[in-house]
């Protein structure tokens, strides 16, 4: 089963177009529905991709309230996704829903952070993972609640009260890990350490993005930049803790570009519909 | 919704009564010729809209089979044709299971042509609770959620209000495992949403 739509004769026409830039799926900004799609698989992907990641969990936490959670947070973030993505293959128009958008994807296809995609590695570096993100997509979500795309909207006002409860978790846990031993402090420094350099591609504002603010349908990462980093800042003072040292960013992951880790992820998550297309429950 | 539901209901009682007066003979005629157009035969609007309403509320919430859907305050919107749900929480997955029960309830009381629709917007939340749902939910052993400002949680065994929250995360989305420390029971609190 080929994991790509057909080629149509219009897609070759506009690859002609673009000449040897080597992205003919890119969309074209003057459409605007075609930079939708490519904005919501942004949103849906990192909500898919973490809820994925968090969902690996299930079973392994270090207690059963812990693993509760966990598995409630990842289970918000796929309620994200399905929304998300539903609307994508709507917005389409090429008859791909939800669920075929999610599991017959390859990577190179991917519009997730970086961020979202990392290994989950001990529970501290979960954690300053899930903080990092968390406090971002809250504040988004916030501006995304005034978005001129009524589904948008509605998904937005919809998870924000949920996205609360992963902030205020994954902080807390960020303090008591790093104001607690000093092994659970070199753990949480660590994690905040590998996690550090993946933080402004959630702030990159390429082409899409700019667009997709500009028509008053998705947010303007720069304007929440300082909620940000106060918020940040404020919950590294009480853990003890100071902010890592800024580092090369890593950016890439809303064109497609990912590390190893995302092809892993995706084969355990994509295994089953693609090995049994037709599979029902 | 809640007060959406019992709105319509009282409207409806009004109007069935006028109808049946003899200063309001056209009224019926149009409740019929509206009832045909929205698919349930035999019923005058108002009556069918109350029927499905009598329905929905003997359909259960998957995980806390307690309370009904209209109990739960997501059932938004009940017309002769469409009944209208919203989720309560996004990843819920008791949401599907719901439509599903909805469904299978309007079937078997001959309503197959009645549609359901999902709304997101505006989203649900605790306050569309109704009184009788939050007394059923302390029954059944879980605490119902707090009103706005209010602090205190109240122990479902015993009434003690020396409770304290294990985890914010429980074992269904919209629940938080607490304790009591008095009569020591764990017991789960409905989340403020």
């Not at chain 1, 791909?96 to 990577?107: E, I, N, P, Q, Y």
């Not at chain 1, 903080?131 to 589904?151: A, I, N, P, Y």
């Not at chain 2, 299978?104 to 997101?120: H, K, Q, S």
């Amino acid at each position: 089963m080929p994991s790509l739509p057909p080629i149509r004769p219009e897609d070759e026409a506009a690859a002609r177009v673009r000449g040897d830039t080597g992205a003919f799926d890119a969309p074209v900004l003057e459409d605007e529905d075609s930079v939708r799609f490519d904005y919501l698989l942004r949103l849906g992907d990192d909500s898919l991709i973490l809820g994925q990641r968090l969902g690996e969990w299930c079973g392994h936490a270090p207690s059963v309230e812990v693993d509760l959670s966990l598995a409630n947070m990842g289970l918000d973030l796929i309620g994200q996704a399905t929304f998300f993505l539903d609307y994508a293959g709507k917005v389409e128009g090429r008859g791909r829903d939800g669920d075929r958008l999610a599991f017959h994807r390859d990577v190179l296809d991917f519009r997730n952070c970086w961020l979202v995609e990392q290994p989950n590695g001990d529970f501290a570096q979960t954690m300053a993972r899930q903080f990092l993100f968390s406090t971002w997509q809250k504040l988004l979500f916030e501006h995304l609640v005034g978005s001129r795309d009524e589904l948008i909207a509605a998904v937005a006002a919809k998870a924000v009260k949920e996205v609360a409860y992963h902030e205020e978790l994954s902080a807390e846990w960020v303090i008591r890990l790093g104001d607690g031993t000093d092994e659970s402090r070199a753990r949480m420094k660590e994690g905040l350490d590998w996690m550090w350099r993946f933080v402004p591609e959630l702030f990159e504002m390429d082409e899409v993005a700019q667009e997709m603010a500009q028509r008053g349908i998705g947010a303007d990462a720069a304007a929440f930049r300082p909620d940000y980093d106060r918020k940040v800042q404020s919950v590294l003072a009480q853990a003890g803790l100071e902010a890592p040292n800024d580092q090369r960013p890593i950016l890439g992951g809303r064109r497609g570009h990912h590390g190893e880790h995302l092809g892993h992820l995706l084969a355990v998550m994509q295994f089953l519909p693609r090995t049994y297309p037709d599979a029902t429950w | 919704m809640v007060a959406l539901g019992a709105a319509s209901l009282r409207s409806s009682r009004a109007k069935s009564e006028g109808a049946g007066t003899e200063s309001e003979p056209r009224a019926s005629t149009e409740f019929i010729q509206s009832a045909a157009a929205g698919g349930v035969e035999g019923l005058g609007t108002n009556e069918a809209v109350d029927h499905l309403w009598a329905v929905l509320r003997e359909v259960a919430d998957p995980e806390i089979p307690v309370i009904s859907v209209v109990d739960l305050g997501i059932v938004r919107e009940v017309t002769p044709d469409r009944v209208t749900v919203t989720p309560t929480y996004t990843g819920c997955p008791a949401t599907q299971v719901i439509e599903r029960d909805i469904r299978a309830a309007l079937d078997a009381a001959g309503y197959p042509r009645v549609r359901i629709e999902t709304v997101l917007s505006p989203p649900w939340t605790t306050d569309w609770i109704s009184e009788a749902g939050k007394a059923k939910l302390r029954a059944y052993g879980i605490a119902p959620p707090r009103g706005r400002g209010e602090r205190a949680v109240e122990c479902p065994q015993c009434g003690s209000s020396q409770t304290e929250e294990i985890s914010r995360f429980g074992s269904t989305p919209c629940k938080a495992q607490w304790r009591c420390r008095d009569c020591l029971e764990p017991f789960d609190l409905f989340k403020c949403h």
